[in-house]
């Protein structure tokens, strides 16, 4: 008995010195009372954390996504609307470009006013998502070279108060993006005036005669 006492008194003692070896090692030996499972604490914590991280990301995109859609397009529709019916100031946007919120057939439409465009134009897809009805095709010559088009009537183009109704446009095929370049077919029917960043376009009063 005593020579089976002093073999488990030397196993003891040799099991104390291979922990006190891994403790010094930094080995971490999970015993079976100690469980790595987290706290209902700390799953909320978490929790709140992600949904803090996800609340400034979507803030960040929506901000970053209007900034962009101002910097492109600074004349929405709710700023030219209330703008006086016969007269619509548009501003420059960072290229140089005047681009504006309007409204073909009723449906809304985002115009780029071109001065070089003969027509009023718009990309095929979009004249299709419209329900347009399409004449014969025939060939023009666009800034990115020849093209097929198709010729077009309009019942109704409207930018803010300014409404012209019956008017010729060409469908071109491939025209990029979804942008309806505003022709000369529109815009020779307006007084047109342009002060530094600004357009400014007029519908001639009645006896008055059209630009």
């Known amino acids: 008995m005593k020579a089976k006492g002093e073999r488990r008194k030397g196993e003891n003692d040799e099991g104390g010195r291979r922990a006190a070896v891994r403790r ?35 803030a960040l995109y929506w901000y970053f996504f209007v ?18 019916g016969g007269e619509v100031v548009l501003q420059r946007n960072r290229t140089g470009q005047y681009v504006a919120d309007g409204a073909i057939n009723g449906a809304p439409v985002v115009f780029l006013v071109d001065t070089g465009a003969t027509y009023v134009s ?6 299709r998502r419209l329900g347009l009805g399409l004449g014969q095709p025939v060939q023009v010559q666009t800034a990115a070279g020849p093209a097929t088009a198709y010729p077009a009537r309009l019942a109704s183009v409207r930018l803010a108060g300014i409404e012209m109704r019956e008017v010729a446009a060409l ?16 815009l020779k029917r307006l007084d047109m005036t342009q002060r530094g960043e600004r357009l400014i376009l007029r519908a001639p009063q009645r006896g008055e005669p059209a630009g």
């Open 122 to 127: 718009l990309p095929l897809p979009l004249a």
């Open 24 to 58: 010094r090692a930094g080995v971490l030996i999970p015993s079976s009372s100690f469980r790595l499972s987290p706290s209902s604490s700390q799953l909320g914590s978490v929790a709140n954390l992600v949904l803090v991280w996800l609340v400034i990301i979507g």
């Open 171 to 186: 469908v071109t095929e491939g025209m990029d993006g979804e942008a309806v370049l505003l022709g000369m077919n529109f």
């Open 67 to 84: 900034w962009y859609e101002r910097a492109h397009n600074p004349n929405p529709a709710h700023v030219l609307e209330a703008q006086p």
